[in-house]
């Protein structure tokens, strides 16, 4: 079995910064792509940021020029570094990634999120 692991969240003023990471575990042939998502109280997940494997990254909108996604393929390893961050980015930051468990055989898996709380 697949297991991703999030870390880093935590209480943060309005214009501090966290790091995320990621962390893929068991056995598999190779991760794809990776997102990082949210999900605040009272309503739905959203994409936040999503890295392939060759490092092509896109952002969600209101995370561009403030979140840095980035991967560490040796580690089986994704972050999300988080600046100037809001009062609005308070949600529950889950990992996700494609993952080819064996030959032509994928697996979308996700982690049991992080929680991230930004005061005002």
């Known amino acids: 079995q697949v297991q991703l692991v999030e870390s880093g969240g935590g209480l943060v003023e309005a214009g501090g910064s966290l790091r995320l990471s990621c962390i893929a575990s068991?056995?598999?042939?190779?991760?794809?792509?990776m997102r990082w998502y949210r999900q605040a109280p009272g309503k739905q997940r959203e994409l936040v940021a999503s890295i392939t494997r060759g490092g092509t990254t896109n952002y969600a909108d209101a995370m561009k020029g403030r979140f840095t996604i980035s991967r560490d393929i040796a580690k089986n390893t994704m972050y999300l570094q988080m600046n100037n961050l809001k009062p609005d980015d308070t949600a529950v930051y889950y990992c996700n990634a494609n993952i080819e468990i064996y030959s032509s055989t994928y697996r979308d898996s996700w982690g049991q999120g992080t929680q991230v709380a930004v005061s005002s």
């Open positions: 068991g056995g598999f042939i190779r991760i794809n792509t």
